[in-house]
T-cell receptor, first 115, second 114 residues
Framework: EPEVTQTPSHQVTQMGQEVILRCVPI?????FYWYRQILGQKVEFLVS????????KSEIFDDQFSVERPDGSNFTLKIRSTKLEDSAMYFC?????????????FGPGTRLLVL | AQSVTQPDIHITVSEGASLELRCNYS??????LFWYVQSPGQGLQLLLK??????LVQGIKGFEAEFKRSQSSFNLRKPSVHWSDAAEYFC????????????FGTGTQLKVEL
């Protein structure tokens, strides 16, 4: 069964450093998402991406964040200058494009720790 | 803005007992409703979803959920719990449309006693 994959599974970085989290969505999917889950809190929407542009973003997704689909398979989330409060589990998800009833499928997550 | 409430943070049941996990949502119209499960070290796996039609939906692993419009609820049930069901369960709502972002509840951690 096709699945969403994410790398790395864990990332430790120093405050102020840039990090890039990588995702390989399901191959025929057209919509891509990033969510995050701070330890002990709920899963929160960050951004959705379709047709090579952001279709929606939350207030969390400020200028420090960016997303990109650099080739036909990868979908990346970049945090330009990490803060302590960026420590969280980051989930990538993808959705097929056959209609609004399509379901989002999630990857296993990247646990980011900012020191 | 839509919101999702899962009032039970932790639930413990004995193996073989029945299970009901509660979920209430707040939204002006009927949203799309989902239950996801997260096992330790794993991603979010879809258990079931409701878009329209029959209000009782069947999912994987023997789970079902019932949409009750009058109560704004979408509770997850299983008649007989297995030890492997121990995990965290998330209810989520989506509004459809192009972006179709999901709004999640805080999750319910299920522990199964043997």
């Amino acid at each position: 069964e096709p699945e969403v994959t994410q790398t790395p599974s864990h990332q430790v970085t120093q405050m102020g450093q840039e990090v890039i989290l990588r995702c390989v969505p399901i191959s025929n999917h057209l919509y891509f998402y990033w969510y995050r889950q701070i330890l002990g809190q709920k899963v929160e929407f960050l951004v959705s991406f379709y047709n090579n542009e952001i279709s929606e973003k939350s207030e969390i997704f400020d200028d420090q964040f960016s997303v990109e689909r650099p080739d036909g398979s990868n979908f990346t989330l970049k945090i330009r200058s990490t803060k302590l409060e960026d420590s969280a589990m980051y989930f990538c998800a993808s959705r097929g494009g056959t209609g609004k009833y399509e379901t989002q499928y999630f990857g296993p997550g990247t646990r980011l720790l900012v020191l | 803005a839509q919101s999702v409430t899962q009032p039970d943070i932790h639930i413990t049941v004995s193996e073989g007992a029945s299970l009901e996990l509660r979920c209430n949502y707040s939204y002006g119209a009927t949203p799309y409703l989902f239950w996801y499960v997260q096992s330790p070290g794993q991603g979010l796996q879809l258990l079931l979803k409701y878009f329209s039609g029959d209000t009782l939906v069947q999912g994987i692993k023997g789970f079902e959920a019932e949409f009750k419009r009058s109560q704004s609820s979408f509770n997850l049930r299983k008649p007989s719990v297995h030890w492997s069901d121990a995990a965290e369960y998330f209810c989520a709502v989506g509004l459809g449309g192009g972006g179709n972002k999901l709004t999640f509840g805080t999750g319910t951690q299920l522990k199964v006693e043997l």
